[in-house]
């Protein structure tokens, strides 16, 4: 396929389903994908390959062009750093092995949030947060916001995020990651492509924004979402010139949740600068 041709594709390599912090089961993210005209699917759960299955067998029901995909915590500079995998085997052994430690800490993680919530004045976070989780096995900061809006501590997801779940706040506490390298060696592992995601969330000073481009590339990280639903127009053209400056293949991404958490919707997100190399170039 021509460049022009590939810039044209309806491509959405990052989302979400019931399978971590999704609203829509992986068989309805893929119907409303299709709905909204995507053309190549990516479904990247947290720490979680469950939903691939279900997913590809309804884009291939569908005629949708599915990539497996995964979204793997990192812990990097004091900071998460989430590094999408796309093309990934799901059978592959070292990737199940590495999602499955992560999704052991995260369980403990979520322990130690329900006690720091608790000791704040708020009791049985937990059980709360485990009522919006579909699956048992991934309970994350969103679930814990959903049951304190619910119950009417806050108004709304975001304002929970603020107040109670970042870093100072006293839902906030601290927790280990997979390491970059791991993150980048286990998608590399599994035949898959390693993405920088949602670049500009991360608080990270210029100079570590720089280390870690230089630890990504090294470990074998080939791509950055420089497209995102999660960027301003500035933050897109900043991370259009680190893909051009760091010869990086380039993402388009809604990061889709559900319909009144997300500001982009599946599929709905600008096209990538059309003089960048779309990292969908590797599974058309
Ligand atoms: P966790 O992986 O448990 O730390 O949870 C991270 C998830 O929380 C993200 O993937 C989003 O779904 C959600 N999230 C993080 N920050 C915010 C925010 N400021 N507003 C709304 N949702 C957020
Ligand atoms: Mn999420
Ligand atoms: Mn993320
Ligand atoms: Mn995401």
Same mark, same amino acid.
């Given at each position: 396929m021509k460049l022009a041709e590939l810039h044209a594709l309806n491509a959405d390599l990052h989302c979400h389903s019931t399978v971590s912090d #999704?609203? =829509?089961e992986p068989a309805g993210v893929v119907a409303r994908a299709k709905a909204n005209g995507v053309e190549l699917l990516a479904l990247t759960d947290h720490d979680e390959l469950g939903g691939l299955g279900i997913a590809a067998a309804a884009a291939a029901e569908l005629g949708l062009r599915f990539v497996p995909g995964v979204e793997v915590s990192v812990s990097f500079a004091d900071e998460t750093i989430h590094v999408v995998g796309l093309g990934?085997? @799901?059978?592959d052994p070292g990737i199940v092995a590495g999602l499955q430690q992560i999704r052991m800490g995260r369980d403990a993680r979520a322990a130690r949030i329900g006690q720091a919530l608790a000791d704040a004045g708020i009791p049985g976070a937990l059980e709360g947060a485990r009522r919006f $989780? *579909?699956? @048992? $096995?991934l309970v994350s900061r969103a679930h814990f916001a959903r049951h304190l809006v619910a119950s009417g501590v806050m108004p709304d997801v975001r304002t929970v995020f603020e107040h109670? =779940? +970042? *870093?100072?706040? @006293?839902g906030f506490v601290d927790h280990e990651w997979a390491s970059l390298e791991d993150a980048v060696g286990w998608i590399r592992g599994a035949g898959g492509v390693a993405v920088i995601a949602h670049p500009a969330r991360y608080r990270l000073s210029n100079a570590d924004m720089e280390r870690l481009l230089d630890r990504f590339i090294a470990a074998g990280g080939e791509a950055i979402e420089? +497209?995102? #639903?999660?960027?301003?127009e500035d933050e897109m053209r900043r991370f259009a010139t680190v893909a051009r400056r760091r010869g990086l293949l380039a993402s388009r991404a809604s990061d889709f949740h559900g319909e009144n958490e997300s500001p982009v919707d599946l599929g709905r997100c600008n096209p990538l600068p059309s003089d960048l190399t779309p990292v969908w170039s590797r599974f058309i």
């Open positions: #999704g609203w =829509l990934i085997d @799901p059978q $989780a *579909r699956n @048992p $096995a109670y =779940l +970042v *870093r100072g706040k @006293p420089v +497209v995102s #639903g999660a960027h301003s």
